[in-house]
């Protein structure tokens, strides 16, 4: 929760006080910060400090006489929980978007918003007939919140080519001569990956990935810029960016943006703020739309990053083993806040941890049946005998990101059936996904039905994606590769990897979704398009056997799960503490039909 003296209830009255002033009847607050990023920095909290809420994706509108919070199906029930109803609506955005909103309760007014915060495609989805949305110089947020926390400043360091895996030189060279061929002379850079992956640096701005704060511009030539307080740079970082990385403090940006004038500068409609586009145009730049082209060279990784991935998922599955062998030990009335901190633990066993890669998901009972639940010290809920228990975490390596979810029955009595039936279910479009082999061009689209088919044959689904793609010591969302029911154009790669994580949810009784992450790879065979893809497992953890019902898996699906218990123990096997291994010997050994 974002902190501040002000009382949560008292603030909706300030910023509308301050739009007042600013000439307009509302404001629009979008989740993200200036560089439209998942995680913020606590100054940058905007739609925390003003509504108490504290997902990962939403968006508030404030009127006069109306106000209303935005998010998706994740989060109604954490909207429910930490926004004070008597001041602001909670809407599912999907079935009521903001445009909708607007048009029922503002036609007629002047909304603000802060072009800084806000890329022309999110401005896109807002607009109304009758609703005027003006940008402003000044956000009523910043000049409400008068006890904001001060910008990060976290210090600016070198990725090194050994865990890179190529050079910044080398990787503004393909760009550059990607921006040529389009007849474009610079990209302006918003999205701090991407000038992370782009530069080899990597910082600490904001919790759980680890990126500086900054804009960039890659010119034609390969010259870059980079838009930081030169005094944030570690002393070896600026040789290792050489000669053609010119570093400006943030105030010269857009005197740079002026450079541009007559020049064809490409910039991504979704990943850059408004703000850019105004700011070029005024100059007399001429903006061409297109995608971050960073986003999809960063999403394939290199051989160098690939076996980082491994190293990582190595560690991680050291660290999951130890921790599920602990609750075999003591479970049931742990804390779920307790749970997350003993996992940190055995992960922190390792010289090589960093930090989570997201806020775990520790979820006892009922409350594992919300997608993003987050349980908070105080308000978490405690292991009970005979109940589900779902964790979902990740940890940042500097070779690599991790991210796996299992789902665990705290006994001792045995599972009911029912729980069980819908977990082998859950499993079966696991196993789907991991063994498919599909032809280049294929998207996650299209892959997205066989985790789902299982559940279908019952009358049942889930109401999130499948899959995600997970950056190399970066974001753990990352696209723009995905699997999902919504489709997008990215075909999926070799060297891209993308999480496999189906899932079942009982409201009010317990949740179920078994994660692993996989890299694309190409396999043995070849068609009229050329060789075909497979996926590499990268997650090695084992799935609980007391939740499987082996009768409802085919001969396929049971010689795979047994292939990869087979797998995890001799990854995992020879690296766990003594006192261990007897227990992963048990939770690996092959499952055979008269166990059912």
């Not at 393909?174 to 007849?183: E, S």
């Not at 050489?242 to 979704?270: F, I, Q, S, W």
């Not at 997350?340 to 775990?360: C, G, K, T, W």
């Not at 999926?492 to 692993?516: F, K, Q």
Request: hydrophobic residues 40%.
């Amino acid at each position: 929760m974002t902190v501040s003296s002000i009382p949560l209830t008292e603030r909706p009255a300030l910023v509308r006080k301050a739009c007042e002033a600013f000439g307009v009847s509302g404001f629009i607050i979008p989740r993200g910060d200036e560089y439209l990023g998942e995680y913020v920095a606590p100054c940058s909290d905007r739609l925390a400090w003003l509504t108490g809420f504290t997902g990962s994706a939403g968006l508030a509108v404030i009127l006069p006489d109306a106000a209303a919070v935005f998010s998706d199906g994740r989060y109604t029930v954490q909207m429910e929980e930490q926004v004070p109803h008597a001041l602001w609506e909670r809407q599912h955005v999907a079935l009521e978007p903001a445009s909708d909103w607007l048009a029922d309760k503002a036609v007629g007014l002047r909304v603000g918003y802060d072009p800084k915060l806000v890329s022309r495609s999110m401005l896109a989805s807002w607009a109304s007939p009758g609703v005027e949305l003006v940008p402003l110089t000044v956000n009523p947020i910043d000049e409400a919140w008068t006890d904001q926390p001060v910008a990060p400043a976290s210090t600016v360091v070198e990725q090194p080519l050994a865990l890179a895996g190529e050079s910044s030189a080398s990787k503004r060279e393909r760009l550059a001569a990607f921006l040529t061929r389009a007849g474009q002379d610079a990209v302006v850079l918003a999205d701090c990956t991407s000038i992370a992956w782009l530069l080899n640096i990597r910082g600490n701005d904001v919790p759980l990935t680890p990126v500086a704060h900054g804009y960039g511009i890659l010119h034609s030539d390969g010259r870059a810029e980079l838009f930081v307080n030169p005094a944030r740079l570690d002393a070896s970082l600026a040789n290792a960016l050489g000669a053609d990385v010119a570093v400006y403090a943030p105030a010269r940006l857009e005197e740079r943006l002026g450079v541009l004038a007559g020049k064809v500068v490409r910039l991504d409609p979704v990943t850059t703020p408004v703000w850019f586009e105004t700011t070029l145009k005024a100059v007399g730049a001429r903006v061409m739309d297109g995608n971050d082209p960073c986003t999809l060279a960063k999403a394939v990784k290199n051989s160098v990053e690939q076996e980082g991935a491994r190293q990582a998922h190595k560690l991680d599955g050291i660290a999951m083993a130890s921790f599920l062998h602990s609750l075999s030990v003591s479970a049931a009335g742990q804390h779920e806040t307790d749970l997350v901190e003993r996992l940190n633990s055995f992960r922190a066993e390792s010289s090589d941890y960093r930090e989570q890669s997201f806020d775990a998901i520790s979820a006892a009972g009922p409350n594992g049946a919300y997608p993003h639940y987050r349980a908070e010290v105080g308000k978490d809920r405690v292991l009970t005998p005979n109940s589900v228990y779902l964790i979902d975490s990740g940890g940042q390596y500097p070779f690599g990101t991790t991210d796996i979810t299992r789902t665990l029955w705290i006994g001792p009595d045995a599972v009911p059936q029912a729980i069980k039936e819908n977990f082998t279910r859950v499993l079966k479009g696991n196993i789907a996904l991991s063994r498919v082999r599909f032809p280049p061009g294929t998207t996650g689209h299209r892959l997205d039905t066989l985790a789902r088919a299982a559940l279908w044959e019952v009358g049942l689904d889930y109401d999130h994606g499948t899959g995600h793609g997970i950056g190399s010591y970066l974001s753990v969302h990352e696209g723009p590769q995905n699997i999902s029911p919504a489709p997008r154009p990215t075909a999926l790669e070799a060297g891209m990897i993308v999480s496999n994580e189906p899932g079942y949810y009982e409201p009010g009784a317990y949740g179920i979704r078994i994660e692993n992450l996989m890299l694309v790879k190409p396999s043995a065979y070849r068609g009229a398009k050329g060789v075909f893809l497979e996926f590499e497992i990268l997650s090695y953890t084992p799935i609980d056997r007391e939740l499987i019902d082996v009768t409802l898996l085919d001969d396929a699906e049971l010689e795979w799960l047994n292939a990869y218990h087979a797998e995890v123990l001799t990854r995992v096997g020879p690296d766990v503490e003594a006192d261990v291994l007897p227990w992963l010997e048990q939770a690996c050994a092959p499952l055979m039909r008269n166990n059912a």
